[in-house]
């Protein structure tokens, strides 16, 4: 079919489209139709001379280049499309290494490592090849060494020979890194296998080494288009220089203002620098976005602003001009989550969403658990997109199971789960064995670690011991429950269990992820007490939290049909996708901007990107949370809103004016502004102080210090006045009975609804 180029492209696309004499470089904004460019130009270079197997399209992902291909065949004809040389840079470079194997030095039938193979072997060489502390050189550190060097480009001995590595290495007390990295080389070819950043390295060489070789895919390769160059790293843009060649007929396609992977390897000066690598290289710039409303295009423009290093352009909208960006402040995080929850509810009674049309974006995968709870007390229906559900997570699995064989040592599932997690020796056979015994004797598993030899169990002395060991780890547990709140045992077990030192063995993505979520266990843990003492329970036990979540994890809430749930994920895995509504939650310093990246000029820049794309995900409505106050590390912290809200203009939001606690709007608005400037004012609530599961100082004391009565605001509370909670924040009583120790009131809070509060442990302030 032919298409149309002028009725269905705008000027701009429509120039990037049929530009092919040389190098282009296409910056796609947000919303910008960037996919039905590159669909475009394919089809009309298939139109104007060139084959399907002259034109090369890299892209990162599977499905991208499959929808890609999709659309291609319906503009040119499946067949045509069918030859097209387009996938993902390791699928295409792998299918030119099995062609090209034997002039590296490997056959055509290489396997390819993933990284649980990777990581295994780099393990064998550091424990069984050197002999070396696994504890000191951590192979999940060692192997992100070795990927990086790799993505750089810089072989084992480049690696050998580079005084900075090998410093940098010796400062991390690893200084034979650079062995290791040899080894694994000389491994994986002994193996005839590559791992997949050897897809980008191998390819490489291959082409600086054979210049036949590169000569005849140049030929061959007559046009390469690139998708979302922003995210390359430099061994992919040196192959893209490679087979460029003097042709030079190369288009990539990305936008530096989503340039967000870096911890991936990602060099944003790859784009930044594209029209330097490329001297008569073409820009050009699409600017209209049909996703969004003009308000959120230029608030988000008025973001992005602040960033030094990017390619200037203005995006602009001609949809409806839209509400202002809607900005809630929230006492607490359980607050911030009462407001998104209530928000989506309201807006579903007062127009025709349905809960597909809503996300809840956070910076940190651990943020997802009040979001969840708040929406599952409501029987709102919603997924995890890219993740699993906070409490079906493998580490917080792990504890539970911990959990529930204390209360429960008879719960053979949780018994089989921890036996050898962390590892102590006692393998899939020894448990075998056990399970074999219990189930000849009609017994629990329990029961036969605690008299193996009763019950005929057959294994050595040694796994007796480490068997016994356990056993005696968890009946000293066991015994703590009469002493120990859930909290306090809680911490012990994930301390002393092994747990917490297992995820801290590595500073590597996945175990910082899984501390943060151990910790976020942790604060819900002292939620969870927290709340109990203030509704009068002072013996807050392990078996009642452990009854808490197993309603909190019950799947029937989750029920829809049709996928229609609210989605909830992190701001790098919303990439790509764009929804209705739009809430960004947990705008605060050191969340968001991450305190990872809040001392480097570079991170602050990639953490506003990130921002950037939150923002840029939502179509109609778009709504940013903050809280004064959120659990962190075990304690109630207060922090400072995040300096990004101060980056976007204050005509694009609709800052905080509701009415509270009958105060002037104006005065709350004021308020808002005062706090971004100056960071937040500290009530002087009665704070209950413990700490993370790593921190120095924990907490042993079951009971938290309790203000006595005299200096509470406790004899003076009656019904109709309004009072400050630190977790649920400005609520109005409506009943108040008992006195002294004993006195209670029923406070009903705008956000988080209607709480029983025993008056001597509670948390707040009056103020009306």
């Known amino acids: 079919m032919s298409i149309s180029y002028i009725d269905e492209l705008n000027e701009s696309q429509r120039e990037a489209v049929t530009y092919s004499d040389g190098p282009a470089l296409v910056i ?26 002259n034109i090369l399209a890299l892209t990162f992902t599977n499905k991208a280049a499959r929808e890609m291909k999709e659309r ?155 998708d979302e160059y922003q995210d390359t790293n430099v061994a992919q843009h040196s ?65 992005i602003a602040k960033n030094q290093n990017r390619i200037e352009k203005d995006i602009f909208s001609e949809k409806e001009r839209g509400e202002p960006i809607g900005v809630f402040q929230a006492y607490s995080d359980i607050e911030e989550a009462d407001i998104v ?32 709870e708040a929406l599952r007390k409501r ?65 629990s598993l329990w029961t036969v670690i605690g008299e193996p030899q009763a019950y005929g169990l057959e294994v050595s002395k040694a796994t007796q011991a480490k068997l016994r060991a356990f056993r005696e780890m968890i009946e000293r547990f066991a015994a703590d429950q009469r002493e120990k709140n859930a909290y306090t045992l809680g911490l012990a077990i994930i301390r002393e269990s092994g747990i917490w030192a297992d995820v801290c063995k590595d500073d590597s993505p996945e175990n910082l992820s899984r501390r943060e979520n151990i910790e ?31 309603l909190l994890t019950d799947q029937d809430s989750d029920k829809a049909d049709d996928g229609e749930r609210v989605t909830m994920m992190t701001v790098h895995s919303a990439k790509g996708l764009e929804f209705r509504n739009v809430f960004v939650v947990g705008l605060e310093e050191g969340l968001f901007p991450s305190e990872r990246d809040a001392d480097s000029a570079f991170g602050i820049e990639e953490e506003r990107r990130l921002f950037y794309v939150a923002i840029t995900r939502a179509e109609e409505h778009c709504f940013l949370s903050y809280a004064r106050a959120r659990m962190r590390y075990g304690r109630t912290e207060f922090g400072t809103p995040s300096r990004f809200l101060n980056d976007i203009d204050t005509d694009f939001l609709r800052l905080p004016d509701q009415v509270r606690a009958a105060r ?20 002087n609530f009665k704070r209950v102080e413990t700490a993370a599961p790593g921190a120095r100082h924990v907490a042993d004391n079951a009971t938290p210090p309790v203000t006595p009565a005299a200096e509470r605001p406790v004899a003076a509370l009656r019904v109709g006045q309004w009072i400050e909670h630190e977790r649920f924040g400005l609520g109005e009583v409506v009943k ?20 029983h509060l025993l008056l001597r442990f509670a948390k707040f302030e009056v103020v009306k």
């Open 28 to 53: 796609a904004g947000a919303g910008s139709g960037k996919t039905r460019v590159l669909t475009y130009k394919i089809a009309y270079l298939l139109e104007n001379g060139y084959e399907p197997w």
């Open 72 to 226: 291609v065949g319906r503009q040119v004809g499946e067949k045509r499309a069918r030859y097209l040389w387009m996938g993902t840079f390791h699928s295409i470079f792998g299918r030119i290494l099995r062609a090209e194997a034997g002039k590296i030095g490997f056959t055509s039938q290489y396997t390819i490592y993933d990284a649980a193979d990777s990581k295994s072997l780099v393990r064998d060489i550091i424990t069984k090849t050197l002999e070396l502390d696994e504890k000191v050189y951590r192979p999940g550190v060692v192997q992100a060494r070795i990927s990086n060097a790799k993505n750089h480009l810089v072989t084992p001995e480049a690696y050998a020979a580079n005084r900075e590595l090998y410093e940098s290495d010796a400062a991390r007390k690893m200084p034979l890194t650079g062995t290791i990295y040899k080894l694994y080389r000389e491994r994986c070819r002994q193996a005839n296998a590559m791992d997949f950043d050897d897809l980008l390295v191998y390819t490489y060489l291959l082409f600086r080494d054979n210049p036949d070789v590169l000569g005849r895919y140049r030929e061959q390769f007559r046009y390469i288009l690139v």
């Open 239 to 303: 192959i893209v220089l490679q087979l460029a060649g003097e042709r030079q007929r190369v288009c990539v396609v990305g936008d530096d203002a989503q340039s967000i992977y870096s911890f991936r390897g990602a060099n944003i000066d790859n784009i930044l620098r594209f029209t330097e690598t490329f001297p008569n290289a073409r820009l050009f710039k699409l600017e209209r976005n049909y996703r969004s409303t003009q308000t959120i295009v230029r608030a988000a423009n008025s973001l």
């Open 341 to 372: 929850v209530n928000k989506i509810g309201e807006m579903r009674r007062r127009s025709d969403y349905g809960y597909a049309d809503f996300a809840i974006l956070y910076r940190t995968n651990a943020q997802s658990r009040v979001f969840e």
């Open 379 to 443: 029987g709102m229906p919603y997924r995890v997109y890219g993740g699993l559900s906070f409490y079906q997570r493998k580490e917080i699995k792990d504890v539970v199971a911990y959990f529930r064989l204390v209360v429960n040592p008879d719960d053979e599932e949780a018994l089989k789960r921890v036996v050898n997690y962390p590892a102590r020796g006692i393998g899939a056979t020894t448990v075998g064995k056990v399970v074999d015994a219990a189930t000849t004797a009609g017994v």
């Open 520 to 550: 976020e266990l942790a604060n819900g843990m002292s939620d969870f007490r927290a709340l109990r003492l203030e509704e009068g329970d002072e013996n807050v036990a392990l078996t009642d939290y452990l009854s808490e979540i197993a």
């Open 664 to 683: 002037k709007v104006d005065e709350e608005a004021r308020r808002f502004r005062r706090d971004l400037d100056g960071g937040f004012s500290r009530p």
């Open 736 to 755: 108040v009975e008992g006195s002294g120790e004993n006195a209670k009131a029923t406070i009903n809070f705008e956000n988080s609804g209607e709480k």
